[in-house]
């Protein structure tokens, strides 16, 4: 599975990255961007990979800055613009848990466990404090982010 690039102004200006570089590769829902710091947050689901990816304005590729493998992330990523952190999930085989990441460094901040037996792969909702909801099949949880 692969990141594309492609430039707003031109088309033949693009890159293509792999996430992974391991077959048999699934990205199950968007990667997230953050323009600011010009980081790309992507995953493949399928082999359990996350990865973080500076964009390089001068060349147009993204280079790699962080993996975390045997990482079951799948969902809809929530972004906090001010502190520089990533709500994602991980998945283990009947257990799922959000996570907190650094997006510079991949460092992992915090972890809350759920109570569910299923992933969830759609999109979480924020809150109105540094808090969100968590949704999969069989739960919806609250979370708040300390």
């Known amino acids: 599975m692969n990141a594309i690039r492609v430039s ?3 088309a033949d200006n693009f890159n293509i990255t ?3 570089g391991l077959d048999g590769g699934s990205i199950t829902n968007p990667p997230l961007y953050c323009p600011r710091r010009k980081i790309l947050v992507a995953y493949d689901s399928a082999n359990s990979v996350i990865c973080g990816f500076k964009y390089e304005a001068e060349t147009g590729s993204l280079s790699k800055i962080w993996q975390i493998s045997a990482f079951g992330c799948a969902g809809h990523m929530i972004f ?3 502190s520089g952190e990533v709500v994602t ?4 085989r009947f257990s799922d848990s959000t996570v907190v990441l650094d997006i510079e460094s991949g460092q992992e901040k915090g972890r809350a466990k759920l109570n569910s037996l299923s992933q969830g ?3 979480s909702c924020p809150g109105w404090e540094r808090d969100f ?3 999969t099949l069989s739960c919806v949880s609250r979370v708040q982010v300390r």
Request: charge should be negative.
């Open 8 to 10: 707003l102004e031109d």
């Open 18 to 20: 792999p996430i992974s």
């Open 80 to 82: 906090y613009q001010d």
């Open 89 to 92: 999930n991980d998945y283990k």
């Open 121 to 123: 792969v759609v999109f």
């Open 133 to 135: 909801y968590y949704l």
